[in-house]
Structures are given as C-alpha cells and as structure tokens.
C-alpha cells in the first residue's frame, strides 16, 4: 500500500514537471534563451527526482522526522502544488504581459517609447526566470522532504518485518515471505522446501540458566540458521523457540542436504552463552522438512512441515524427518 503511494506521487510529480516544461517550451517557441531554461529547469528537476530514488534505496541510518510521515507528505504535495499552480497563474500573466507589450511596439515610432517597451519587456521576462528558479527550489525542497519521508516509511516496515530478539523476521514476515514464494513457485514449477526447527528440551535451558541464556541461545541459534541457509533460505521465528527456513526455488534433495548439515553443526557444537559465557553443552535441534505439492495450500504445506517435525520429536529428538511431497492429494487453498 505504501510502496503503491510512493510511486503514484513519483509519478505525479514526473507529470506535473513534464507537463510545466511543455507549457514553457510551447510559449517560448521563437526565443532560443527561454527555450534552453525550460528545458534545463525540467532536467533539473527530474534528476532530482532520479538522485532522490538513488538515495531511497542506500541502505543508511536516518533520524526519523518529529512530524508523522503522512503529514510530510502532504505537506510536500501541498507546496509542489502551490508552487506549480503560482507559476501557471504567474505565466498567464506574462503571456498578457506579451501581448500587451507585442501589441504596443507594433504601434510605436518613437525611439524612446520603443526602448521603454524592451525595458518591460526584459522585466517580464526576469520576472518569469525568477519564478522559474523559486519553483525548483521549492521542488526540490518537497524532494528530499519526500526522500526522507520514503526512507523512514521502508524502515518502519523492516522493523515491522523483523523479530526484535532474533533479528530474523517474524511470523509476520514468515507470512508474508511464504504467500509469495509459494505464488513464484507455482507459476514457474520451481520447488520450494520449508523446513521447520525446534530446539531440543529448550524449557530445560530456561529453567536450569533463566531467560537470559535461552535468550542468548535463541539468538546464536537463529544466526546459526540464517547463516548455514544463506544464499538459498529465508529465515523466520515462527514462534518461541521454533523456527522456520523457506527455500524457493531450492530442490528437494538440496534443501534437505542443507538442513541436515545445520542438524550436524549445531550437534557438534559446545555451546558457551550469556553474559557469564556458561557452558550449555550439546544443544540440539530437530527438524520437519516438507517439499509443496502442486496445487497445495499454506495451511496443509505447513501443516506437513510441522507433522515431521513433531514425528522427529516423539522418535527421540537431534533428527530430521522429512516429506517430499509426492503422496500428498492436491488441496485447494
């Protein structure tokens, strides 16, 4: 929704620049100078424009602005518009400024009347290049004003998308991430794995070293994860000490190729958390793994993936159990 804002005001800024600079071409045809600062002003603004989407997609830290980002926006819109509409009104009079002047020196003999009338002239003229360069300033002002505005918009929705202990995304995200991989998947054939994760007798580690450590373990873990599925997986919290590894794209054996290693790794690892670096020992995780079937909903997809899980679980926990789909009846979502 917002990203759909976003484009729509870069699109009726682009227009209504475009559009000002037909305006000024069109009635400064026959006058190379006006000609050439129309276009420059409309150059200027549109690589204003371009330089503002550059910045917008620069990953940086930006101090958020002290008023809502919906009130900048219509703030900045509310300026472009006035100035625009200034300048519009501004022009018309110029333009009868012309005629008037053009309708006077078509009439005039006399030397000093004649210089009088160039002196008006060249003063409309100064006039228009005046407004000419308020407007950009204006404009551009409303630009960074908008940049700024998109920045802290895309950084509310990151943090939105983001689980605060993990640093990995969160359910919503999983959602998100998912619905649109599946919709990737199906349209071009590809697979597309989930896998779900849950630590092995994780109560244990808070009853015994209190939340702090299961906290430290549940980020370590979710790093673990995030790294081991780089490249090829999404990484989510799905929720408490659950995790979920969406791979589109990904084929089946290769995908369990990779979840098998991360089961291995975090096997062989001595873990050492907190912030007194107490020794948990052998932590382990199990693992569901199921690949989509065609035609296959969300609801039955995860509810395969977490059906493995569970049976790694109750067959003694450190394993991986995993589903290639090739069984399952296609349900309508």
């Not at 917008?56 to 518009?81: H, N």
């Not at 989930?194 to 430290?216: P, Q």
């Not at 912030?275 to 052998?282: A, D, I, M, R, S």
Request: glycine share 8%; hydrophobic share 45%; aromatic share 6%.
């Amino acid at each position: 929704m917002r990203s759909a804002l976003r484009r729509g005001l870069q699109f009726v800024a682009v227009a209504a620049i475009l559009a000002l600079a037909g305006l000024q071409i069109w009635q400064a045809l026959g006058d190379p100078y006006r000609v050439g600062i129309a276009v420059a002003v409309a150059c200027a603004a549109l690589l204003g424009i371009a330089a503002g989407e550059w910045a917008a997609s620069a990953p940086r830290e930006t101090a958020p602005p002290a008023a809502p980002p919906e009130a900048i926006l219509k703030d900045a819109m509310d300026r472009v518009l006035t100035g625009i509409r200034g300048y519009l009104e501004d022009n018309l009079i110029y333009r009868n400024d012309l005629k008037g002047i053009d309708a006077g020196l078509a009439k005039i003999t006399d030397p000093v009347r004649a210089r009088e009338a160039i002196a008006d002239l060249r003063a409309a003229n100064n006039r228009m290049e005046s407004k000419s360069a308020q407007l950009t300033e204006e404009l551009e002002v409303a630009r960074r004003e908008i940049v700024l505005l998109r920045e802290t918009v895309d950084e509310v929705e990151r943090l939105a998308l983001l689980d605060s202990l993990t640093q990995v995304g969160n359910r919503r995200f999983f959602d998100q991430t998912l619905k649109a991989d599946m919709a990737a998947c199906m349209a071009s054939g590809a697979d597309l794995c989930l896998a779900l994760a849950d630590i092995d007798r994780f109560k244990t580690v808070n009853d015994r070293f209190g939340h702090v450590v299961g906290d430290h373990l549940l980020k370590s873990f979710a790093e673990m994860l995030m790294n081991g599925a780089k490249g090829r997986g999404k990484t989510a919290r799905y929720g408490g000490e659950e995790f979920a590894l969406v791979f589109p794209g990904v084929p089946f054996p290769e995908a369990r190729r990779i979840v098998e290693t991360l089961r291995r790794d975090l096997e062989s690892k001595r873990w050492v958390v907190g912030p007194k670096e107490q020794p948990l020992g052998v932590v382990t995780a199990s693992f569901g793994l199921a690949k989509l079937a065609p035609g296959e909903s969300a609801e039955s997809f995860i509810h395969r993936a977490d059906s493995r899980l569970m049976r790694a679980k109750s067959a003694g926990r450190n394993r991986l159990v995993a589903d290639d789909g090739a069984q399952q009846p296609a349900r309508a979502s």
